[in-house]
């Protein structure tokens, strides 16, 4: 079982530990944060992002190319509409030395990548809320 951890440190800002890595994730001063780390849609968009780039590198050594020079920017925009939500994303991946011919194949891969597919396919998500012996 793959495990997260989030426990609040301090006003918007929380600790997340994943197989013993820790970050935060918090909100920007003008939103009434401190600014400590990204915000948690940040993350969300940056996941994407990251999991696109590494679809990108494994293809690309499976294909003897070059990795050099990979990068993928993301770009996104909130929804207008309720419920509050990313409502686009763009991403732009370089990749310098992708022949012509693998371009086809190199989209059709990166775009199936783990976090892309759970987006068109969402995971069932189920949310509990579990009292601590103090607040009972």
Known sequence: ??????????????ALTIRGHRFVVDQPVEDGGG?????????????????VAF???RFLRRHNLSNEGLAVRATFHMSVDRPARVGSI????????????KHDAFLAVIGHCTVHNSMRTPPNVRIEVGLTEAAA
């Open 55 to 57: 679809y990108a590198g």
């Open 90 to 101: 763009r991403l732009e991946v370089d990749v310098p030395q992708l022949p012509a011919s």
């Open 1 to 14: 079982m793959n495990n997260v951890l989030v426990v609040h440190e301090q006003g918007d800002r929380f």
């Open 35 to 51: 600014d400590a780390g990204p915000t948690p849609t940040e993350v969300f968009v940056a996941s994407l992002a990251s999991c």
